[in-house]
């Protein structure tokens, strides 16, 4: 045997108690960590475990928007209900004369010189119906629209506009459904005659009709200029 064949033996020889060694060393180590380290709830309560003990709960909705969620929901109908809208419109008697005229309080305007010089609805406002209209019905409460506040400045300095409706009358006498066939008005206009019209009122007429079915009328509302109206 060679210098050389000795000294590669030495090398593996050595190389190979140093392998044993670290092997041993290592398992040492996997030992001791058995031994003096966590136990395995306390692992799975570190890495495993999310939320608190006991059953599921289930949070209230909560929202990031501008207020889905019940909370904020609730806020606003409160709000709503602290500040009640103005009517805009006029309910007139019937037409036998046994209910009172009762006239809604006129909104806060936004424009002093459209509203200063609203002297009388009647003025501002007129109402054509068709002739003849059903005659197993009797107009019992009909509403005016106001002359909106909120028109704008272009429709104001009109001296004339014209809303064309559409109204569905139901078996009982309410206004069921309604909707502009024209109209040379802004769209102000047209949400105060369907307000309006959407809480007129029927009298079925039994002794005229037995069975009094609903039927679509047409309501023609002229709205004349405020600043021309005026005497």
């Known amino acids: 045997m060679t210098d050389l064949d000795r000294r590669r033996r030495e090398r593996d020889h ?8 670290a092997a041993v060393a290592a398992v ?11 136990d395995r709830e306390r692992v799975h309560e570190r890495w495993d475990f999310a939320g608190a003990p006991g059953p599921l709960k289930i949070m209230p909705q909560i929202s990031i928007d501008d207020g889905s969620d019940p909370a904020h929901q609730e806020a606003a109908r409160l709000a709503r209900l602290a500040t009640p809208p103005v009517p805009d419109y006029v309910v007139e008697p019937d037409e036998r004369g ?17 509203e200063a010089e609203i002297v009388d609805l009647r003025d501002t406002v007129e109402l054509n119906l068709p002739t003849p209209t059903n005659p197993c019905f009797h107009l019992l409460r009909q509403i005016y629209p106001r002359y909106p506040a909120d028109a704008s400045p272009l429709d104001r300095s009109a001296p004339v506009l014209t809303v064309k409706a559409a109204f569905f009358v139901g078996p009982d006498g309410t206004v069921q459904g309604s909707y502009v066939l024209e109209s040379d008005a802004g769209p102000e206009f047209a949400a105060v005659v369907l307000r309006a019209v959407d809480r007129w009122l029927y009298d079925p007429d039994f002794a005229a009709c037995a069975d009094p079915a609903g039927f679509w009328n047409v309501l023609t509302v002229t709205f004349h200029n405020p600043r021309t109206a005026a005497p």
């Open 14 to 21: 050595d190389l190979r108690r140093r392998y044993g060694a």
């Open 28 to 38: 040492l180590v996997l030992l001791v960590m058995v031994l003096i380290g966590p």
């Open 98 to 114: 046994t209910r009172p005229v009762t006239v809604a309080p006129a909104p806060p305007a936004p424009d002093a010189d459209v």
